[in-house]
């Protein structure tokens, strides 16, 4: 599993009025999460008597997250932790944009192109790829996708599907 | 005791069968194989085949998934021991000796002693199982929704406090998995709740859309932003068996491991993690020279290897029994249960008996495949941690894209699951851990389905909750354990077991 990253680098020493920035913005989102419930939950009936209405969990819920969130915020001034280490940017943007394109190509143009897609543009979220190792390694994946898929677990996944040619 | 030898007949000739031992096979290979890959956790594997697993029998799929989580925990000792990685958080204890063991030249004879610990700790926590499991059923069949609703209040209570890090942020992750199960249509009225006029949102977030953006992708994102751990110098293995001296050595720490890990497993909330801290702690407060531990004292790898894997396995009691999953592992069975239709709950024995014992019995299979792949052929294990990460995750994301794909045959799943991966990573930034948010979420439904209908019982009152002397008792044993977990004493006796 992961471990949350310790605090170095980053938001370094700026007069540290905020002990701890993780905690602090943590706790911030947290209360923009609550109040985002709350207001959409506000035209839900919370229900009397023998039923309790759609509204009530929620409701709680986000109470007592915003209560969270108040206490993370409090404790991030008050007390040393962890600060913010350094977000990037690369990897969850070329992942992300991946992900999208797969979304994109696989009812279009079919997991044979989808495939290759993904793991190429997922590729340039790491400074370590090798283009072309990874190409090689990418159509191979692929490959064995399709084997697996397709043939061993007969899901109707299109493989190739080239407009008034060909549908695989 | 008659009952309990013909259920297992029973299970055995279910497990036995040839698809479900290949899945067997399948799942403990992928299990070791993810233990063995740091970086790689089982609740990600899990995720990231759910979705797979839609299109097999019910039974071999839950063999299968249940399959690579006590396998992951072979597979992560395997690193720890060799190259002083452990794979998986719960063989982080076993670094601390087994890897001196190594330097030693008496890695095999760790990795054997792991591997016969972790067998005979498999072999019990399975009959644990399998004994424990009717008389759970029958008292939680006497359980009304009052008792239902404040027993899931305590598992989570329990969760967050056994579990590693901050208990605000383990409390607001649960807290927001309780959330986002609310968004959907409500089952009772039919209205529209939290959705913000998304149609896509209507039914629901499905689970596994969830699990895998959240766990799954976010963890590669997290990994991409660390620099590969490189295993620099290997050990030569040795021998593998050890000798007489070591097994007397170690047939003590491996009962008392086996013990505690089962004892602790099934509480919820840490499965197989506590296990192993507390096995090693205890192993060293009876040494008679304590001084060893951490110089390749062999009880040090005996016991909380036994324990971990004790754990893994134990950890699925409340699941079978009660239907309610204790941990982020567990609920990822849940989903993998209901998408098959079957509701976890004290009907699933009776009800979908071949299943349930089907996956006792797989698990003693399991271990006895897991014990025959580990020792002969640890040397390709460990061969597999040169494949660097540059090439796994992309495999990765285009293996889950495939999956995640064909559980409803939609693209937009697919963006659904990418934007839940930012998510994910943004709270990894923040210091949250996000499994907890699985089980709120898993839990979630189940919970607002039994406070309603408890409700409705007693014509709206929550009165209810404490006039019922087991709802009540429950609801209290929550409070004092998260009450205690404020406390400064407690608290940092909490940190200690966690850092040791």
Redesign the interface.
């Known amino acids: 599993?992961?471990e949350?990253?310790n605090a170095s680098g980053g938001v370094v020493e700026r007069r540290r009025a905020i002990r701890s920035s993780?905690?602090f913005?943590?706790g911030l989102?947290?209360l923009a999460?609550a109040a985002i419930?709350l207001f959409?939950?506000a035209d839900?009936?919370e229900?009397?008597?023998?039923?309790?209405?759609?509204?009530l969990?929620?409701r709680a819920?986000?109470t007592?997250?915003a209560l969270?969130?108040a206490?993370?915020v409090a404790?991030g001034l008050m007390k040393e932790g962890?600060m913010?280490?350094r977000?990037?940017l690369r990897?969850?943007l070329f992942?992300?944009i991946?992900?999208?394109a797969?979304?994109?190509s696989?009812?279009t143009v079919g997991?044979a192109v989808?495939?290759p897609t993904?793991?190429?543009i997922?590729?340039a979220?790491?400074p370590?790829?090798?283009p072309r190792?990874?190409l090689l390694?990418?159509l191979l994946?692929?490959a064995l996708?399709i084997g697996l898929?397709r043939f061993i677990?007969?899901?109707?996944?299109p493989i190739l599907i080239i407009p008034r040619l060909l549908v695989l | 005791m008659n009952d309990l030898f013909s259920n297992l007949a029973l299970g055995f000739s279910t497990a036995l069968t040839l698809p479900n031992l290949g899945l067997c096979l399948i799942g403990c290979m992928v299990g070791t194989l993810i233990g063995v890959l740091p970086?790689i956790?089982p609740?990600a594997t899990i995720t990231m085949l759910l979705p797979?697993t839609f299109?097999f029998d019910p039974v071999g799929a839950l063999i299968m998934l249940a399959g690579i989580y006590y396998g992951a925990q072979y597979g992560g000792s395997t690193t720890a021991i060799l190259v002083n990685i452990p794979g998986?958080?719960t063989a982080i204890v076993t670094t601390l000796d087994g890897h001196q063991m190594a330097r030693q030249g008496r890695a095999g004879v760790a990795l054997g002693i792991a591997a016969i610990g972790s067998f005979f700790a498999g072999c019990v926590s399975t009959l644990v199982i399998a004994a424990l499991a009717a008389p759970l059923v029958k008292l939680a069949l006497l359980f009304g929704p009052a008792e239902y609703f404040a027993l899931m209040v305590t598992g989570l209570a329990f969760a967050v406090v056994l579990a590693r890090?901050?208990v605000?942020?383990a409390?607001?992750m649960i807290?927001?998995g309780?959330?986002l199960s609310?968004v959907g249509t409500?089952l009772?009225?039919g209205?529209e709740?939290?959705t913000?006029g998304l149609t896509a949102l209507t039914s629901g977030i499905d689970f596994a859309v969830l699990a895998m953006g959240v766990i799954g992708?976010a963890?590669?994102?997290?990994?991409?932003?660390?620099p590969?751990q490189r295993a620099l110098a290997k050990a030569p293995i040795g021998r593998l068996l050890p000798g007489r001296d070591d097994l007397k050595a170690s047939a003590a720490p491996i009962l008392r491991g086996t013990l505690v890990g089962t004892a602790l497993g099934i509480l919820p909330g840490n499965g197989a993690v506590l296990g192993p801290y507390a096995s090693y702690a205890l192993e060293k407060k009876l040494a008679k020279d304590p001084r060893r531990f951490g110089r390749g004292a062999i009880e040090g790898v005996a016991g909380p290897e036994s324990a971990n894997n004790a754990g893994a396995q134990s950890s699925f009691i409340p699941l079978l029994t009660l239907g309610i999953p204790p941990n982020a592992v567990m609920a990822l069975m849940v989903g993998a249960m209901t998408i098959h239709g079957i509701i976890p709950g004290p009907l699933v024995m009776t009800k979908n008996a071949t299943l349930f014992w089907g996956m006792i019995a797989s698990m003693w299979i399991g271990n006895l495949m897991l014990l025959v792949i580990n020792l002969p052929l640890v040397g390709i294990w460990v061969k597999l941690l040169d494949v660097?990460?540059?090439?796994l995750?992309?495999?990765i994301?285009?293996?889950s894209?495939?999956g995640i794909?064909?559980v409803n045959?939609s693209?937009?799943d697919?963006?659904l699951?990418?934007i839940f991966?930012?998510v994910g990573?943004?709270l990894?930034?923040?210091?949250?851990?996000t499994?907890p948010l699985l089980l709120g979420f898993v839990l979630?439904r189940l919970?607002?389905e039994n406070?309603?209908r408890a409700?409705?019982i007693a014509?709206?009152s929550f009165a209810t909750l404490l006039q019922r002397p087991v709802a009540a008792g429950l609801l209290v044993v929550a409070v004092i354990v998260l009450l205690a977990a404020i406390i400064p004493a407690v608290r940092r006796g909490r940190e200690e077991v966690f850092t040791e």
């Open positions: 599993m992961s949350p990253a993780q905690n913005v943590a989102t947290l999460v419930a959409a939950t839900l009936g229900g009397r008597f023998y039923a309790v209405g759609p509204a969990l929620p819920v986000a007592l997250l969270a969130g206490g993370l404790g962890d913010l280490t977000w990037s990897g969850p992942v992300f991946a992900l999208v797969f979304a994109l696989i009812r997991l989808a495939g993904v793991a190429l997922s590729g979220a790491s370590e790829t090798r190792e990874l390694f990418a994946v692929t996708s898929f677990l007969h899901l109707p996944i | 970086g956790g609740i797979i299109n998986e958080v890090g901050s605000p942020k409390v607001a807290l927001i309780l959330l609310a409500d009772e009225t209205g709740r939290l913000f992708f963890e590669v994102l997290n990994n991409l932003e660390a590969e660097p990460y540059r090439l995750y992309p495999a994301l285009v293996f894209c495939i794909y064909s045959n693209p937009s697919v963006v699951t990418a991966a930012l990573y943004a990894i930034k923040l210091g949250f851990e499994a979630g919970m607002e406070l309603r409700l409705l014509r709206g």
